[in-house]
């Protein structure tokens, strides 16, 4: 059965990396058709739109979209497209190679960040000459869809839980709801979670070796990862009072993942797990504050 992919290169680099990608796919050899679309900055000077309504037709009917980059006319690009798919989850896998250098050569990570919501909603408004605003939207909905897409996934790949990485210290609403739906969706499918503050955790992921697994994140924000623990234990990442489980015992050190209003992460697969722990998960230190990322 042939598939059909619809190639926007877009803008900038897009007309650089896209007719690479498609060389690639080309010599794959698998049964693919190509069905060239436009959309971004010079459609919209040549056409007045950014996205022709042909083009947004296209990518809805076809079985796959091949899409470079948008410039100035992103929000009117990126974000139909992905209505037109129903893009839900953006799955972004980042791994370290062997013979290419790396800060982590041990780095498998996976990104399930929300992609419908957040500041990307697109609610803004110039209240006046001196005041803009920016709505940020999340839905419980959305977030359970999330999370129910990162409990299959963890699950089709041998991970046992993943952490939440929130800003509801802060956010308490909007990744207070974020974070509540996905820890009620993962304790009703069985799947363990664990929280770390985002800041925190991007903060420590270049600099800590161990970090475990899969991360997913809240809208704008959603990520998964997967590492090798080193030979040497690392301290935890701070954990958020709020959602401590003293009620779910567990092992005093083991690879952990995690979940978030911004990020989470998954635990590695019990075939690549080392006998040495990434961090301690004893009650003690889930509940305790979190603790400021070390200053350089």
């Given amino acids: 059965m042939t598939d059909e992919i619809v190639v926007i290169e877009g803008d900038g680099i897009g007309q650089e990396v896209?007719?690479?990608?498609?060389?690639?796919?080309?010599?794959?050899?698998?049964?693919?058709?190509?069905?060239?679309?436009?959309?971004?900055?010079d459609v919209l000077a040549e056409t007045g739109e950014a996205l022709p309504g042909e083009t947004y037709d296209a990518v809805a009917a076809a079985d796959a979209t091949l899409f470079g980059a948008a410039g100035e006319t992103a929000a009117d690009v990126i974000l139909p497209l992905r209505e037109a798919v129903d893009s839900s989850v953006n799955v972004r896998p980042a791994r370290a190679y062997p013979g290419v250098d790396a800060l982590r050569p041990e780095t498998d990570v996976v990104f399930l960040r929300e992609n419908t919501?957040?500041?990307?909603?697109?609610?803004?408004d110039r209240l006046s000459d001196d005041l803009s605003t920016l709505t940020r939207v999340t839905t419980t909905s959305a977030s359970e869809r999330l999370a129910r897409f990162a409990c299959d996934?963890?699950?089709?790949?041998?991970?046992?839980?993943?952490?939440?990485?929130h800003k509801a210290n802060v956010m308490r609403e909007t990744d207070g709801r974020f974070r509540d739906a996905v820890v009620r969706v993962a304790d009703d499918r069985g799947v363990e979670t664990e929280e770390v503050?985002?800041?925190?955790?991007?903060?420590?992921?270049?600099?800590?070796?161990?970090?475990?697994a899969a991360w997913a994140c809240s809208p704008a924000r959603t990520s998964?990862?997967?590492t090798r623990c080193s030979s040497r234990s690392t301290a935890p990442p701070p954990t958020s009072p709020a959602r401590a489980s003293p009620t779910r015992p567990r092992p005093s050190s083991r690879r952990r993942c995690c979940w978030s209003t911004s990020a989470t992460t998954t635990r590695a697969p019990r075939s690549t797990r080392p006998s040495r722990t990434c961090w301690p998960t004893a009650p003690e230190r889930r509940t305790s504050a979190a603790t400021p990322p070390p200053r350089t």
Avoid at 25 to 35: K, N, P, R
Avoid at 153 to 165: I, L, M, Q, S
Avoid at 197 to 212: E, I, K, N, Q, V
């Fill in 224 to 226: 998964a990862r997967r």
């Fill in 153 to 165: 996934y963890t699950a089709e790949r041998d991970v046992d839980g993943f952490h939440v990485a």
């Fill in 18 to 41: 896209v007719p690479a990608a498609v060389e690639v796919l080309e010599a794959v050899g698998a049964d693919f058709t190509f069905t060239r679309a436009d959309a971004g900055d």
């Fill in 197 to 212: 503050l985002m800041d925190a955790f991007a903060t420590r992921l270049p600099c800590r070796r161990g970090w475990s």
């Fill in 117 to 124: 919501e957040g500041v990307y909603a697109g609610h803004e």
